[in-house]
């Protein structure tokens, strides 16, 4: 299996990895956005709060971060990190406020797996062009599914960080639209599946048209009306405004129960984190 290929670290990395955290793995290269999506707003305030959660929650780093300068805001939050460390009580109220402030547990929502009940949610937030994001969807999920989720143990919420650009955002909204007609997991498996392991993969019309056809997707006009709706953009733009608050800059990124893991970690490190969790 290809690996991307190492580039120099992201600043905004460096300044914000936790203490105890694992060793950064090597970044794909990134392709410049040619142009940002309108999501992308200054941050506000909040993000020096919950970035500094953050940090100290997060376990490793092993993601695609795009090439873009570090917000002020978080250069704040990772100095913040530094001065003060706190103590695990204070990281529990930590973990349980990320917890209450993002998992949504909704019944019926078409972008979750596993019951609204479940122990443990695992919160992903993830790019369809991000190659580690692949490796997590065709390595990793598939395993939790059948370990946690199909026995009650684990729900799995899916959210939009599209982060490289105007093709990243039409692959979320693509998704959303075959999910319309009952088809987003099989539409997001497939992108995944045949995504590629080194750099990012294309998403222009006639692809996603494609995927949509072979996900059993039946109606393709719809599919395609569906795809410009603005409420389905407006979709997109709350789940990676979620990932903004938090001062998320790469992907994948996940809460399991409020406690960060940030990267494609090897499938111990969640089963690990998510028996604990559920033993709590």
């Excluded at 941050?43 to 929650?57: C, E, H, M, Q, R």
């Excluded at 729900?155 to 960080?161: A, F, G, S």
Aim: aromatic share 6%; charged share 25%.
């Amino acid at each position: 299996m290809s690996q991307p290929q190492p580039e120099q670290p992201d600043p905004a990395a460096q300044h914000a990895q936790p203490a105890g955290a694992q060793p950064e793995n090597a970044q794909p290269p990134g392709d410049q956005p040619a142009k940002r999506p309108g999501w992308q707003l200054a941050l506000p305030a909040v993000v020096v709060v919950i970035g500094v959660l953050l940090a100290y929650l997060a376990l490793g780093r092993t993601g695609d971060t795009p090439p873009a300068d570090p917000p002020a805001a978080q250069d704040t939050a990772a100095q913040s990190t530094t001065a003060q460390r706190p103590n695990q009580s204070e990281i529990d109220a930590a973990a349980k406020e990320l917890d209450t402030k993002f998992t949504r547990r909704r019944e019926g929502d078409p972008y979750a797996k596993g019951r609204v009940d479940a122990p443990v949610v695992l919160v992903e937030y993830a790019d369809y062009r991000c190659p580690y994001c692949a490796k997590f969807s065709t390595d990793t999920r598939p395993e939790l599914v059948r370990r946690f989720v199909e026995q009650g143990i684990l729900r799995i919420e899916w959210r939009d960080l599209p982060l490289f650009g105007e093709q990243s955002e039409a692959a979320a909204l693509a998704a959303r639209a075959a999910g319309r007609q009952g088809k987003f997991w099989p539409f997001h498996e497939l992108a995944f599946a045949e995504a590629p392991r080194s750099g990012h993969g294309e998403f222009g019309p006639d692809r996603l048209r494609d995927l949509a056809r072979r996900s059993g997707v039946a109606d393709l006009a719809k599919f395609e009306r569906d795809m410009t709706d603005p409420a389905l953009r407006e979709e997109v733009r709350v789940d990676a405004a979620e990932g903004q608050e938090m001062g998320l800059t790469s992907t994948p990124a996940f809460l399991i129960n409020g406690r960060a893991v940030v990267g494609a970690q090897p499938l111990e490190t969640f089963t690990k984190l998510i028996e604990q969790a559920a033993r709590k």
